[in-house]
T-cell receptor
Framework: GIQVEQSPPDLILQEGANSTLRCNFS?????LQWFHQNPWGQLINLFY???GTKQNGRLSATTVATERYSLLYISSSQTTDSGVYFC??????????FGTGTSLTVIP | KAGVTQTPRYLIKTRGQQVTLSCSPI?????VSWYQQTPGQGLQFLFE???????NKGNFPGRFSGRQFSNSRSEMNVSTLELGDSALYLC??????????????FGPGTRLTVL
């Protein structure tokens, strides 16, 4: 299967700070999604981004498929951004591979 | 559109029992996948169903099984429960033929505790 590595594993930020989360993957993919898992366990879709750049409010993401990595940018972080961020990828098979996540804590 | 729903949300069982979890996908979605999330192993793929057929299965023992009905609702069953089966079980649905090329939408999960 595809190996997915996320960094950093843990991140603590002051409210208002910016951050960059990284996702590296071991094989070519045609599906990449970023999720935010809230404290109740719900995985919330942030981006479907197998390539290119997308922005949604304070969040943006870039995937460079040829170099097998994706970045998630969070600007002007808020306490509600706290939680675990997952990157997940898929290729030709019918399976989705998840990274181990980045745990983000935003302090007021 | 209503999102993915899972029932029950919480479940407590004892070792040796069996359990059935249910997932209703987004209306019109024909693909349903199941994942197990534990602190030690992270999110692991269990299996995926499309139009009542299992298309792929992860590396789990035969105690874990599933099925999909004609209305795309899916159930997963775990027999002879072990302590290590305590986990958050997540269901995801997607609309297209190929799981790996489509957006996955997740339900809120079922938190299973095995005592």
């Amino acid at each position: 299967g595809i190996q997915v590595e996320q960094s950093p594993p843990d991140l603590i930020l002051q409210e208002g700070a910016n951050s960059t989360l990284r996702c590296n993957f071991s094989d070519s993919v045609n599906n990449l999604q970023w999720f935010h898992q809230n404290p109740w366990g719900q995985l919330i879709n942030l981006f479907y981004i197998p390539s290119g750049t997308k922005q949604n409010g304070r969040l943006s993401a870039t995937t460079v498929a040829t170099e097998r990595y994706s970045l998630l940018y969070i600007s002007s972080s808020q306490t509600t951004d706290s939680g675990v961020y997952f990157c997940a990828v898929g290729n030709t098979g019918n399976q989705f591979y998840f990274g181990t996540g980045t745990s983000l804590t935003v302090i007021p | 559109k209503a999102g993915v729903t899972q029932t029950p949300r919480y479940l407590i069982k004892t070792r040796g029992q069996q359990v059935t979890l249910s997932c209703s996908p987004i209306s019109g979605h024909r693909s349903v996948s199941w994942y197990q999330q534990t602190p030690g192993q992270g999110l692991q793929f269990l299996f995926e169903y499309f139009s009542e057929t299992q298309r792929n299965k992860g590396n789990f023992p035969g105690r874990f099984s599933g099925r999909q009905f004609s209305n795309s609702r899916s159930e997963m069953n775990v027999s002879t429960l072990e302590l290590g089966d305590s986990a958050l079980y997540l269901c995801a649905s997607s609309s297209r033929l190929t799981l790996s090329t489509d957006t996955q939408y997740f339900g809120p999960g079922t938190r299973l505790t095995v005592l």
